[in-house]
């Protein structure tokens, strides 16, 4: 059976949030000469973080795959598929903000990254335990999720903020 799971909601709305807070006043402050320059650009820009954020993990009996979208490709972002025989172990490190990063090390000792910020995790990971074997304690979001429901509620508040100083 073939499952798919998205980058989690939490994960785009705040990125795309963020862009928004970010760069929604520029149109604004653009001098006339450049107001259709930056008209382009921040729509131009929306384009480009939503497809970014378009990223997706597929399995199925025989394999997992990651697949980026054109964009994220054309930045240097690979797709990539393994078997699950061929996944010998799940690889921990730490991160420098005191989480965790897995990877999938394959019996020819290539690296892939585990997506943590996909939707339905728990039952991602079940499938990666069923499908390998393979002990999954510890493998978790990579930050909590609070973490981008309170940035994407910031970067909307800030979006308001900026909507009413325009306004008035």
Same mark, same amino acid.
């Given at each position: 059976?073939?499952?798919?799971?998205?980058?989690?909601?939490?994960?785009?709305?705040? *990125?795309?949030?963020?862009?928004?807070?970010?760069?929604? +006043?520029?149109? &604004?402050?653009?001098?006339?000469?450049?107001?259709? *320059?930056?008209?382009?650009?921040?729509?131009? !820009?929306?384009?480009?973080?939503?497809?970014?954020?378009?990223?997706?993990?597929?399995?199925?009996?025989?394999?997992?795959?990651?697949?980026?979208?054109?964009?994220?490709? &054309?930045?240097?972002?690979?797709?990539?598929?393994?078997?699950?025989?061929?996944?010998?172990?799940?690889?921990? *490190? +730490?991160?420098?903000?005191?989480?965790?990063?897995? $990877? &999938?090390?394959?019996?020819?000792?290539?690296?892939?990254?585990? +997506?943590?910020?996909?939707?339905? &995790?728990?039952?991602?990971?079940?499938?990666?335990?069923?499908?390998?074997?393979?002990?999954?304690? !510890?493998?978790?979001?990579?930050? +909590?999720?609070?973490?981008?429901?309170?940035?994407? $509620? *910031?970067?909307?508040?800030?979006?308001?903020?900026?909507?009413?100083?325009?306004?008035?």
């Amino acid at each position: 059976m073939i499952e798919k799971f998205k980058t989690l909601f939490f994960v785009k709305s705040s *990125l795309i949030s963020l862009y928004l807070a970010l760069t929604i +006043p520029i149109p &604004f402050i653009s001098s006339e000469d450049l107001k259709i *320059l930056s008209i382009y650009s921040f729509v131009l !820009g929306l384009l480009l973080i939503i497809n970014i954020t378009d990223d997706y993990v597929k399995t199925c009996d025989n394999k997992i795959s990651y697949k980026t979208s054109f964009i994220s490709k &054309f930045l240097g972002k690979k797709n990539w598929e393994i078997s699950w025989k061929d996944i010998k172990l799940i690889k921990s *490190l +730490p991160t420098s903000q005191g989480s965790k990063v897995h $990877y &999938f090390i394959s019996n020819k000792n290539e690296s892939f990254l585990v +997506p943590q910020r996909v939707e339905n &995790f728990e039952r991602f990971i079940s499938i990666v335990e069923d499908k390998t074997n393979l002990n999954i304690d !510890g493998l978790s979001y990579i930050s +909590p999720l609070w973490t981008y429901k309170l940035l994407t $509620y *910031l970067s909307l508040f800030m979006i308001i903020g900026e909507i009413i100083a325009f306004t008035i």
